[in-house]
């Protein structure tokens, strides 16, 4: 009897934080249906009184998200590739070779974990403005890279200092060199922490505001974080039009936590077994 009140207050407390936590997007949902009277003076939980779906007509075509979403999309897809591609190639090179300073030169990577964003606007524009890069995508797209990749080193490090070498060693004895064993070895293997990173960078960069709004100097090149400060005019805001662009931005991230939940979830279960 006991453990079953215990259980039913915890189910209890439990739905009370789910709903917490759903509540926000619940409220942007239905408030992209609305206009401003019923956004401002309405009811906060209330279905709208007429489901306004030009709203997304409105913010796809005429507020130019259409463009910001495939400027989002592509910047964050070729971050992605090559930090995924570098992190996991630095990662086994710094973990399972053994050369001079390699401890140093990874203490000296990681430290690129504790470095504010903020202290390196400056040096950065300047670099990107002597390099002639502030009028291309590459301005947000480097620096991008640069920011993720100590994190990216740093997860799958750890989690090749827990994976058993015999593998790779029967690679090397079937004639397998050091590239071709990485390749059709190790690079499986490392899938589950590869979706981990790839969660981390596609948020990290999908939702950045402060490098793309420094660096990107044309409108045609804006990102969904930057396009969305559109919508502030001088006298008001359309309200509705902003939520139904902030659902369309949404909707990536929600995409990418289904396909790579799997992933991420046997990567600590895997990390937990291999420990």
Same mark, same amino acid.
């Given at each position: 009897?006991? =453990?079953t009140t215990k259980n039913t207050g915890l189910? *209890? *407390?439990m739905g009370l934080i789910a709903v917490l936590q759903l509540f926000p997007l619940y409220w942007l949902v239905v408030s992209a249906f609305k206009d401003n009277s019923e956004i401002i003076g309405g009811v906060v939980w209330a279905l709208p009184t007429e489901w306004r779906f030009s709203n997304f007509s409105e913010a796809w075509v005429s507020a130019k998200v259409n463009q910001y979403f495939f400027n989002s999309v592509s910047v964050t897809l070729i971050t992605l590739f090559f930090v995924l591609l570098f992190? +996991? !190639? !630095? /990662?086994? /090179?710094l973990t399972r070779m053994r050369f001079k300073y390699n401890g140093l030169i990874l203490f000296i990577l990681l430290m690129g974990v504790m470095v504010p964003i903020h202290a390196t606007l400056i040096p950065l524009f300047m670099i990107l403005k002597n390099l002639g890069l502030l009028s291309s995508r590459l301005s947000i797209i480097l620096p991008y890279i640069a920011v993720n990749l100590p994190i990216g080193v740093y997860m799958l490090s750890a989690f090749l200092r827990s994976m058993p070498k015999e593998l790779e060693e029967? /690679? #090397? &004895?079937d004639g397998c060199g050091v590239v071709k064993s990485f390749f059709k070895v190790v690079l499986p293997l490392l899938k589950p922490p590869l979706a981990s990173v790839a969660i981390f960078v596609f948020l990290a960069v999908w939702n950045e505001l402060l490098m793309a709004a420094t660096f &990107?100097? =044309?409108e045609s090149l804006r990102t969904l974080p930057l396009g969305l400060m559109n #919508? +502030?005019?001088q006298y008001s805001i359309s309200w509705g039009p902003l939520a139904a662009a902030m659902v369309i931005s949404t909707l990536p991230i929600l995409l990418a936590y289904v396909l790579f939940s799997d992933q991420m979830e046997k990567s600590f279960t895997a990390g937990a077994i291999l420990k």
């Open positions: 009897m006991l =453990k189910y *209890l *407390l992190a +996991s !190639m !630095m /990662a086994y /090179a029967a /690679a #090397f &004895i &990107i100097q =044309k #919508f +502030s005019g």
